[in-house]
């Protein structure tokens, strides 16, 4: 039945493409036609048209997650639940990417699946979670804060939700491989010049990154870092 995975993947591809279209200018709209919700839309933001080569890469990266999650968890509640968790984060990564734009439509709703499904799923850790999205709220709006404007409110409200989704302590993992991410795509960018020091780079898809990697290969990822710094012996 991986033939169906697939097929759902890139069923659930073509939507998230559709919906990186639609939902960003009715954000704006709802919010405030000239600047949009101040809370979540941050400087420099613009309405990009639409991208061949994103829904190429979304449709492919929506599928590629869904078989794999199959094949992981094949049919059943914890399969639905991390493939839900998938594509929001990959939709908050492409508008964020194209509209420096973290909506909180599609924060709330991440947040309330994840709590729905650490109710209902029987090895679920609601305790973890909630100390999760804590833990990577508080650190992050603490950066927002000393950083004096390197981080948005999107941002901080992104991480309460990876925190949500990958608990405690694995929140750790996920929001230090966003940054160590972010931090060498950002360095890259202003190296090659593609953005300025004072230009905004939009930082949700490396904490998307982040936790994309944590949630599928966090153990892993546990496990070679340990052998690499010696912790694990």
């Given at each position: 039945?991986?033939?169906?995975?697939?097929?759902?993947?890139?069923?659930?591809g073509l939507?998230?493409?559709?919906?990186?279209?639609?939902?960003?200018?009715?954000?704006?709209?709802?919010?405030?036609?000239?600047?949009?919700?101040?809370?979540?839309?941050?400087?420099?933001?613009?309405?990009?048209?639409?991208?061949?080569?994103?829904?190429?890469?979304?449709?492919?990266?929506?599928?590629?997650?869904?078989?794999?999650?199959?094949?992981?968890?094949?049919?059943?509640?914890?399969?639905?639940?991390?493939?839900?968790?998938?594509?929001?984060?990959?939709?908050?990564?492409?508008?964020?990417?194209?509209?420096?734009?973290?909506?909180?439509?599609?924060?709330?709703?991440?947040?309330?699946?994840?709590?729905?499904?650490?109710?209902?799923?029987?090895?679920?850790?609601?305790?973890?979670?909630?100390?999760?999205?804590?833990?990577?709220?508080?650190?992050?709006?603490?950066?927002?804060?000393?950083?004096?404007?390197?981080?948005?409110?999107?941002?901080?409200?992104?991480?309460?939700?990876?925190?949500?989704?990958?608990?405690?302590?694995?929140?750790?993992?996920?929001?230090?491989?966003?940054?160590?991410?972010?931090?060498?795509?950002?360095?890259?960018?202003?190296?090659?010049?593609?953005?300025?020091?004072?230009q905004y780079?939009?930082?949700?898809?490396?904490?998307?990154?982040?936790?994309?990697?944590?949630?599928?290969?966090?153990?892993?990822?546990?496990?070679?870092?340990?052998?690499?710094?010696?912790?694990?012996?």
């Amino acid at each position: 039945m991986m033939w169906l995975a697939a097929l759902l993947g890139a069923l659930c591809g073509l939507l998230l493409d559709a919906l990186a279209d639609w939902l960003p200018p009715r954000v704006v709209d709802q919010d405030d036609p000239s600047t949009g919700d101040p809370s979540s839309r941050l400087p420099g933001a613009q309405i990009h048209p639409r991208c061949g080569l994103r829904s190429v890469l979304l449709t492919f990266g929506s599928t590629a997650l869904t078989v794999y999650l199959h094949g992981r968890y094949a049919w059943s509640l914890a399969f639905l639940a991390q493939s839900i968790s998938c594509w929001l984060l990959l939709l908050i990564a492409v508008i964020d990417l194209e509209h420096s734009l973290v909506p909180n439509v599609l924060v709330l709703a991440g947040l309330a699946q994840a709590l729905a499904f650490d109710l209902i799923l029987p090895r679920s850790n609601l305790k973890g979670a909630l100390l999760g999205a804590s833990f990577g709220g508080g650190v992050f709006l603490i950066l927002a804060i000393v950083g004096r404007g390197a981080l948005g409110p999107g941002d901080v409200k992104l991480a309460v939700l990876i925190g949500m989704l990958t608990g405690f302590p694995w929140v750790v993992q996920a929001l230090t491989l966003g940054i160590l991410i972010g931090g060498l795509a950002a360095a890259i960018l202003l190296v090659t010049r593609v953005r300025g020091p004072k230009q905004y780079i939009p930082y949700a898809p490396y904490l998307v990154a982040g936790c994309l990697s944590t949630l599928l290969f966090g153990q892993r990822i546990a496990e070679w870092f340990g052998r690499f710094s010696g912790v694990g012996g």
